[in-house]
């Protein structure tokens, strides 16, 4: 047994060796200062075990208690030490930070050894022929010691094991199993020898449980040279943040040619590391100017900071970059090279192409909308000093007939202009305010298409141009569900300007079902569109742009309220057309079937000569004496009694005292009373009399249909015939 105390010496200088290694090479981390303490625990403790174990005769007994109180130390304070161990292993590190923690760590170990020098531990050493032995006294300190060893020892294992299953890099995981496999045989083999084989009295064998830790020394050492463990060198650090990094990483030589980069450099420009070793620089670089300067500037090595470029792909695409360049310094003050660091800044120049696009954009629509206010200043003149002239000039005396015919058809037609004009204006606000509702409902095309004939023919008659009209279902099948108000709207729109830039030939229109759609189409012979102009005919107020279109009258709204109401429905417009040639307009329309389909037919109501076969009597709420007067007019030879209320109180009083009323039109806005709490108030004495709303609000005929109360309603402005329609159907 003369070579224990030289094999203890041995695991004293490994363990002594490993502390001091792993502390030197990073002193800051936890994991090397935990790992330290472990080593330095094994060196104390086989420091003893040189005395212990020596068969040297001239060692007394008063010295070996000593050696056992120093080595103690370390045997005690190993389960501590290998518990911190663990925690910082498997990235538990906060644990080591708390106080309550560290106090709790430490006590027990100071603790224990205050029990081992006071003689509660082991005892009672006695020579043998290799050295001496000891006994473990039969106290409640022993037990406890053993539980406390076990316990911290087992939770360490623990740890580690479970840490190593839960990490997803394999260098890890396989750090894990080699500690894990060598703590646990270094404790199995070391309890055998230390506490059950003196609890049982088995003579004339040494405790060496500490030449067995020397197991777990060898892991650790294994797992340091195999996986690089705890070898975590500014360097290394270095390398790997590197390596992580985003930014583009370049190492040149003083030459400029490239040394080495990182991973993102290779990811984005798709190269091999190989491919770029030894080459120069200006491989990624397009521009020859920045070319020169940069090489330039590495040989002055000058500094580069904040250098807007473009680095250039394997592929040969460009990557935009913001890129700046140091020179690289040895320790004795000399350059040995130079370091670019780059940025892909991809994304932030498709936001500044973005930006520069709105603003060019917004300018865009801004010099258009200015154009498009002083064309609209204009339309909206013209028929008004037709009005306001021809108005005047009917009170002129010694104007004969058809002097006088022809100035109030000149008024009409200016009207109708200046109504027009207003429409589209209000339109296109309630599409811009993003307040357009959709009203599905069953609309039967054919009727829609003979009914819009009907209303243009005269038209297209004054100009000589021949009108044709191809429907594309039978009457029976004709039947859709669709907004009728929107769709007369964008055919009748198309209509409008293909009359209006057709001086000879036709204008056709209908629809045909495609699959799922139904195509509606209108086509001219007239002017023709340019291809360049194509894209933004739609766009708002766009004709006020044009030089040729600003020849003719418009707002220049009417393509975009179409493709607006095109899309609210569920469908896509476009044109094809060619200068001198004419142009067709397309829309197509979800083919959307009603549940039962039945044609409704309607009997038109002529502006002439309709009478109530029965005497009827309407009460018109009014607060405006030129609106009441002139629904007086229309209804005049109607056969029927004209009363009015001037405000909504005065229509609810009128109804209540009169029950003969057999009709109300309430307008909505009167005062002292409006329209809804009005038609409200009615309905609870008279809840079958029917009530039309008019109003000449957009939001308010939204609010009328939602408010339930009214039993139609008449957008105001209106005319004898839209009136007469509206009345008819409830009386």
């Known amino acids: 047994m003369i070579i224990l105390p030289f094999l203890h010496f041995f695991c004293f200088l490994v363990c002594l060796y490993l502390a001091v290694f792993v502390l030197y090479k990073d002193s800051k981390s936890i994991l090397n200062r935990t790992c330290s303490i472990l080593m330095?625990?094994?060196?104390?403790?086989?420091?003893?075990?040189?005395?212990?174990?020596?068969?040297?005769?001239?060692?007394?007994?008063?010295?070996?208690?000593?050696?056992?109180?120093?080595?103690?130390?370390?045997?005690?304070?190993?389960?501590?030490?290998?518990?911190?161990?663990?925690?910082?292993?498997?990235?538990?590190?906060?644990?080591?930070?708390?106080?309550?923690?560290?106090?709790?760590?430490?006590?027990?170990?100071?603790?224990?050894?205050?029990?081992?020098?006071?003689?509660?531990?082991?005892?009672?050493?006695?020579?043998?022929?290799?050295?001496?032995?000891?006994?473990?006294?039969?106290?409640?300190?022993?037990y406890l010691f053993y539980a406390y060893y076990l316990l911290f020892t087992?939770?360490?294992?623990?740890?580690?094991?479970?840490?190593?299953?839960?990490?997803?890099?394999?260098?890890?995981?396989?750090?894990?199993?080699?500690?894990?496999?060598?703590?646990?045989?270094?404790?199995?083999?070391?309890?055998?020898?230390?506490?059950?084989?003196?609890?049982?009295?088995?003579?004339?064998?040494?405790?060496?449980?500490?030449?067995?830790?020397?197991?777990?020394?060898?892991?650790?050492f294994y797992a340091i040279v195999k996986y690089r463990f705890l070898t975590i060198t500014p360097a290394i650090a270095a390398d790997n943040i590197i390596s992580a990094m985003d930014e583009f990483l370049i190492l040149l030589n003083q030459d400029g040619n490239i040394i080495t980069v990182n991973k993102a450099t290779l990811d984005v420009l798709q190269y091999e590391q190989k491919e770029l070793e030894g080459k120069s620089v200006k491989m990624l670089f397009q521009e020859d100017n920045?070319?020169?300067?940069?090489?330039?500037?590495?040989?002055?090595?000058?500094?580069?900071?904040?250098?807007?470029?473009?680095?250039?792909?394997?592929?040969?695409?460009?990557?935009?970059?913001?890129?700046?360049?140091?020179?690289?310094?040895?320790?004795?003050?000399?350059?040995?090279?130079?370091?670019?660091?780059?940025?892909?800044?991809?994304?932030?120049?498709?936001?500044e192409e973005e930006l520069i696009r709105a603003k060019e954009k917004a300018e865009e629509n801004d010099r258009l909308k200015t154009a498009f206010l002083h064309n609209i200043s204009h339309e909206i003149r013209t028929p008004m000093n037709a009005i306001v002239g021809f108005s005047t000039l009917l009170g002129e005396p010694d104007i004969d007939n058809p002097t006088r015919n022809s100035y109030i058809d000149t008024i009409i037609k200016s009207s109708d202009h200046l109504l027009s004009i207003i429409t589209d204006i209000i339109d296109f606000s309630?599409?811009?305010?993003?307040?357009?509702?959709?009203?599905?409902?069953?609309?039967?095309?054919?009727?829609?298409?003979?009914?819009?004939?009907?209303?243009?023919?005269?038209?297209?008659?004054?100009?000589?141009?021949?009108?044709?009209?191809?429907?594309?279902?039978?009457?029976?099948?004709?039947?859709?569900?669709?907004?009728?108000?929107?769709?007369?709207?964008?055919?009748?729109?198309?209509?409008?300007?293909?009359?209006?830039?057709?001086?000879?030939?036709?204008?056709?229109?209908?629809?045909?079902?495609?699959?799922?759609?139904?195509?509606?189409?209108?086509?001219?012979?007239?002017?023709?569109?340019?291809?360049?102009?194509?894209?933004?005919?739609?766009?708002?107020?766009?004709?006020?742009?044009?030089?040729?279109?600003?020849?003719?009258?418009?707002?220049?709204?009417?393509?975009?309220?179409c493709k607006a109401y095109v899309e609210c429905l569920g469908g896509e417009i476009r044109l094809s057309s060619i200068p001198g040639a004419g142009s067709t307009f397309y829309f197509t329309l979800p083919f959307e079937k009603p549940a039962n389909k039945v044609i409704t037919t309607s009997s038109p109501i002529k502006e002439t000569g309709f009478v109530f076969p029965v005497k009827k009597k309407i009460l018109v709420a009014e607060d405006n004496d030129s609106n009441f007067k002139l629904i007086s007019y229309f209804l005049f030879g109607a056969n029927a009694e004209i009363i009015r209320a001037s405000n909504g109180k005065e229509a609810v009083e009128k109804c209540l005292s009169d029950q003969s009323i057999d009709l109300v039109l309430m307008d909505i806005r009167m005062p002292i009373m409006n329209g809804y709490t009005a038609v409200k108030l009615i309905r609870e004495f008279r809840p079958d009399i029917p009530i039309i709303a008019q109003t000449a609000y957009v939001d308010e005929r939204t609010m009328a249909f939602e408010c339930g109360e009214f039993s139609g309603i008449i957008s105001k402005p209106f005319d004898k015939k839209d009136l007469l329609k509206v009345i008819s159907k409830f009386i």
């Open 430 to 561: 309630n599409i811009e305010a993003n307040i357009v509702k959709i009203t599905k409902n069953e609309v039967n095309l054919n009727s829609v298409i003979r009914s819009l004939y009907e209303q243009f023919l005269l038209k297209a008659n004054e100009k000589k141009i021949t009108m044709v009209s191809e429907p594309g279902l039978p009457d029976e099948e004709s039947i859709i569900l669709t907004d009728s108000t929107k769709l007369i709207q964008i055919i009748s729109n198309l209509l409008n300007n293909a009359l209006k830039f057709t001086h000879q030939g036709q204008i056709k229109f209908g629809y045909a079902v495609k699959y799922k759609l139904i195509e509606f189409f209108v086509s001219d012979t007239g002017l023709g569109i340019p291809k360049e102009h194509h894209q933004r005919i739609f766009d708002r107020f766009y004709q006020a742009e044009d030089p040729i279109l600003k020849l003719y009258e418009g707002t220049g709204l009417g393509l975009a309220i």
């Open 40 to 142: 330095l625990c094994f060196a104390l403790w086989n420091i003893g075990d040189i005395i212990m174990h020596n068969p040297d005769s001239t060692i007394t007994k008063g010295t070996v208690v000593i050696m056992q109180s120093i080595a103690s130390i370390g045997w005690i304070g190993f389960a501590s030490a290998i518990f911190c161990f663990s925690i910082a292993f498997s990235k538990k590190e906060i644990l080591l930070k708390k106080k309550w923690f560290l106090f709790f760590v430490f006590i027990l170990p100071l603790f224990f050894a205050y029990k081992q020098w006071t003689n509660c531990l082991t005892i009672n050493p006695i020579r043998q022929f290799y050295g001496w032995s000891y006994s473990w006294a039969d106290t409640i300190w022993t």
């Open 290 to 351: 920045l070319k020169k300067n940069l090489l330039e500037k590495i040989t002055k090595e000058e500094v580069i900071k904040n250098y807007d470029s473009n680095f250039l792909t394997k592929n040969r695409k460009q990557v935009p970059i913001i890129y700046s360049s140091s020179p690289l310094i040895n320790e004795e003050g000399i350059v040995i090279g130079t370091v670019i660091i780059a940025r892909d800044i991809t994304e932030r120049k498709q936001t």
């Open 154 to 220: 087992l939770l360490a294992i623990c740890f580690i094991y479970f840490y190593g299953r839960k990490t997803k890099k394999i260098i890890e995981k396989n750090q894990a199993k080699i500690i894990t496999y060598s703590i646990i045989a270094s404790l199995i083999i070391g309890t055998i020898f230390d506490v059950v084989i003196p609890v049982l009295g088995i003579p004339n064998i040494p405790s060496l449980a500490n030449l067995f830790v020397f197991i777990f020394a060898v892991g650790l």
